[in-house]
C-alpha cells in the first residue's frame, strides 16, 4: 500500500486519470485540482506527467503497457490505496485482474487502458475508469473522473474535458 488518507468528516475527494501518454493537458489539471490524492492508471507516457500531478496532490500510479522506460519499470503493476474506510484496487488493464474485489474487500477497482470511461457498480464493488486525458483515440472522449469517498460510501463522476485539437 502506497498512500492512504485517514477518515474524514466532509469525505475525501479523489482525482482519477489515465492514458496521458506523456500529454499533460491543462484541462485535465484543471479538472483535478482540488483533489487530495491523484489515482493514475498507467499509459503514464513520461515522468513529467507524474511531476505535474504532484504539483496538485500526492499521486498513485501504476505501471502501464507503454510505460516500458527504465522509470516506468520502477512503477507497480497494481496498487492498493486506503481512503478512510475503504480499499481501492488499481490497475492498468482490466483484464488482467487477478483477485476477486468482493472477496478480498476491495470497494472500487480504478483501470484505464481501453479509453472509454466507466463507472459501474458491481456486486457491491465501483469499477471506474477515467477514460484517456492524453491523446484523443478514435472517437473516444477526452476524461478524467473524480471519486468522493464518504465513510464507506463512494460515487464517481466522468468529467468529459472540453479540449483544443493537439497536433500530432
Known amino acids: 500500500m502506497r498512500a492512504g488518507l485517514g477518515p474524514s ?61 527504465e522509470w516506468g519499470r520502477t512503477l507497480g503493476e497494481t496498487e492498493v490505496v486506503e481512503v478512510g ?11 488482467g485482474l487477478d483477485v476477486d474485489p468482493v472477496a478480498a474487500g476491495f470497494r472500487a477497482v480504478i483501470s484505464g487502458h481501453s479509453h472509454r470511461p466507466l463507472a459501474e457498480e458491481r456486486r457491491g464493488v465501483l469499477y471506474l475508469n477515467p477514460g484517456s486525458a492524453g491523446p484523443r483515440r478514435f472517437n473516444l472522449p477526452i476524461a478524467v473522473a473524480r471519486l468522493r469517498v464518504s465513510g464507506s460510501s463512494l460515487s464517481a463522476e466522468i468529467i468529459e474535458l472540453p479540449t483544443r485539437r493537439i497536433p500530432g
Open 9 to 69: 468528516r466532509g469525505g475525501h475527494s479523489i482525482g482519477v486519470i489515465s492514458d496521458t501518454h506523456g500529454l499533460v493537458r491543462p484541462e485535465a489539471i484543471e479538472a483535478l485540482r482540488g483533489s487530495e490524492l491523484i489515482v493514475h492508471a498507467g499509459d503514464i507516457g513520461a515522468p513529467e506527467v507524474l511531476d505535474a500531478l504532484r504539483a496538485l496532490a500526492p499521486v498513485v500510479a501504476v505501471r502501464g503497457n507503454n510505460d516500458t522506460d
Open 85 to 95: 474506510d475503504v480499499h481501492l484496487y488499481v490497475l492498468h488493464d482490466l483484464h
